[in-house]
């Protein structure tokens, strides 16, 4: 918004010195002088430029003769409508510079800066940086004549310490890390857009929910939470959905998990849940995995926990692919429109691709055969232009029907079922670009729940409380200082523009003498933008100051038998079969038990399969904290079930393995391959070795993967081409049938074509599902053409039907 040019203010003008050759050579004289000054002033029209400008700093300051804002700044009405600060234009640059010499220009200074806006705010553009066609230097710029050797005294002689060279390098290489994540240390990124579908200004004055259409650029990045930086991408655990919005008014970070609802009700007891589940303290073990004794101490002890456990035991902690999960904002939060309404909100992402899992089993044989496997995925995807696509809705509720919900919606153990509010679709969100630099920009980007805009605004959540000041505090030490909002990735595209100053690592190099509001020396800027800017909600407070909690705070146990009761029986299973695993993995039995008699609030028929796992009795059920239940609005949400959420990708972008070796049929591979990749998969030849193999039409095929370095688990689905007879070399490995057993283990689409049904035989893998129906998942055909079409129908999505506990293969 333009500023008042001098002339529009409202003051009486003090009169001016007049301008006569004596008060023009004084005022000449004393402009040259920075620690006194004239009575008058200096006069205009000196023609001299110091002059000149201390004429214009009179006029500037002459023009804000008293705070107009101050009276404003006091009482009721006038906190709900804060005023837009006072500010004026100067005559000159000159007034608001730091020094005249400014005007003196280099190859360092550039030109002389405008009143503007930070570099760093604004495209990424110039600060990338590319070597192609450059020489080597040191940090100070200097040529580097010799990158191999160090400086010595002859040339079996000492090294020298006058070899800045060799000093600066190792120096900098010894400073190269900087403290991970204290949770959340694992993850990926990616740049994107938010694409808006229609305007929102009903609900919310937000930037990106504007306009239908409105592109806002994103940074997103996933993340494990217990694991180190260097751990695997697929254990058992929640994944971070963080999303920064680059919008006109500012940044704002949705920074979310892909599970709705959280351990604990309150940020006091934060550091404790983190404690419990990193690695033991007095032995460092284990890494990135919650089933050892302090986690499930913790957690029977801590009964608003039982929801988010369901969540973490079922498949929804062993993800396919960050491209296939969800995304929630996990806290009610709050959207005010320009008419200071609100409407309470939750945010929901939900994968274009569907959402899929991985089997327990062949997550933890990923974990070593490629323990960044959701990277790769990620990052091969975004380079295949397959990119990753999100839709965003919205549940919208009043305070009123909150208040009437069996459940508080400040309790973020809790979610709103979709069937009491359905969720609404209000954009996308696509990821269209890898970063250029991982430390740059997945390293060091900082989100952060105090990131909000005009538009959307907290709620009382005790949890997002603690949330709200632990990010920025934590960043303080990661990013070693107050300034990491100038790092590239963080700043705004926004314009920034306040009085803070100074600090580690200050990059912006900010004109003039004011650091201070107010102001008349700056012409009164930056001044406060009032109702324009960010304007908290008014929620009155109701109560004395007091540690606690609401009543209904105290049921733990309704969502999550509304969850487990939602699943389908696979899904059930492999909530049973993660509990056992876990549990088993503790080693004191009394918190077995513990948890056990938590488990019996939530399902008999849980907690009697797991306590079977573990050649237990189910105890008594855990005492609860409530004496009276109150009555669920649902009691079954389909909505939580994954196998509700396909998704519309099919076999896109997933892996699958064809086998070959000398005297596999040619002709089959070609049209196996055409067929996946024209279906939008990522066919490869796996042979037992990598390199050419002949086929029986005597071509050369050349397998780019090979069973000794690819394990299966790396594949969603496997194709064996006819030719098994003359495959001598496959049937000797015994790896063949390994890979066919894990495929079919891990409920994986088979295709077994012409003579290779041998295989199946030898691998003792069953057509049939264990109810007798035919298993679509395993395709055995003649005809390849039409083999295919069958396989790639039914190799989009796993075949849990046919999963026995132990498993039948
Ligand atoms: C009181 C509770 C919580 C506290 C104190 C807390 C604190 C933290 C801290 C200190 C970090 C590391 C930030 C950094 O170094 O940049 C972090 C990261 C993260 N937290 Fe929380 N957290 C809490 C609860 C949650 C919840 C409920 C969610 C999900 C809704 C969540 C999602 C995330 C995500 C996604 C990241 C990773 C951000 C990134 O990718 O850089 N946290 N949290």
Known sequence: MPIPRIENTHMARRKPSSSTPASRTAGRAAARNTDSGSARGVPKGTGDRIAERAADVEATAEAMPFNANKPLEYGYDNAHAPQEGEGVEAPSDDVTASSLSEVNTSDKLGTRAGNGDPVAVGPLDPVRTDATARRMTTNQGVPVSDNQHSLKAGLRGPALLKDFILREKITHFDHERIPERIVHARGSGAHGFFECYAPLTDITRAAPFQAKGKITPVFVRFSTVAGERGSKDTARDVRGFAVKFYTDEGNWDLVGNNMPVFFIQDAMKFPDLVHAVKPEPHHQMPQAASAHDTFWDFVSLMPESTHMLMWLMSDRAIPRSYRMMQGFGVHTFRFVNAQGEATLCKFHWTPKLG????????????????????????????????????????????????????????????????????????GRMVLNRNPDNFFAETEQVAFCT???????????????????????????????????????????IAPVHNNQRDGLHRQAIHRGRVSY?????????????????????????????????PEKFAE?????TLFFDSQSPAEQAHIAGAFRFELSKVTVPAVRARMLAGLANVSADLAAQVADGLGMEVPEPLPRAIAKVPQSEVDASPALSMLARPGDGGVRSRKFAILVADGVNGQTVETVQRALLDAGAVPRLMGVRIGPCVTDRGDTLDADVSLENEPGVLFDGMIVPDGADRMGELRMDARTLDYLKEQYRHCKALLILGDSDALLDAARIPATLPDGGQDPGVVVGGNASKAIDAYIAAAGRRHWERETDPPRV
């Open 556 to 560: 733990h146990y309704n969502q999550a």
């Open 450 to 492: 105090a990131h909000v805009i005009p538009g959307i605004d907290f709620t009382n959540d005790p949890l997002l409380a603690g949330r709200i000041h632990s990010y920025v505090d934590t960043q303080l030490t990661r990013l070693g200082g107050p300034n990491f909002h100038e790092i590239p990735i963080n700043a705004p």
């Open 355 to 426: 959402t899929h899992a991985l089997a327990w089993e062949e997550a933890v044989k990923i974990s070593g055969a490629d323990p960044d496997f959701h990277r790769r995925d990620l990052w091969e995807a975004i380079e295949a232009g397959e990119y990753p696509e999100y839709e965003l809705g919205v549940q919208l509720f009043t305070e009123e029907e909150a208040e009437r919900y069996s459940f508080d919606i400040l309790d973020s153990t809790k979610l709103i079922p979709e069937e009491l509010v359905p969720v609404q679709p209000i």
């Open 517 to 549: 509001e107010p102001n008349s020396l700056g012409g009164g800027c930056p001044f406060q933008a009032g109702s324009a800017g960010f304007v908290s909600f008014p929620e009155p407070v109701t109560q004395d100051e007091l540690r606690g909690h």
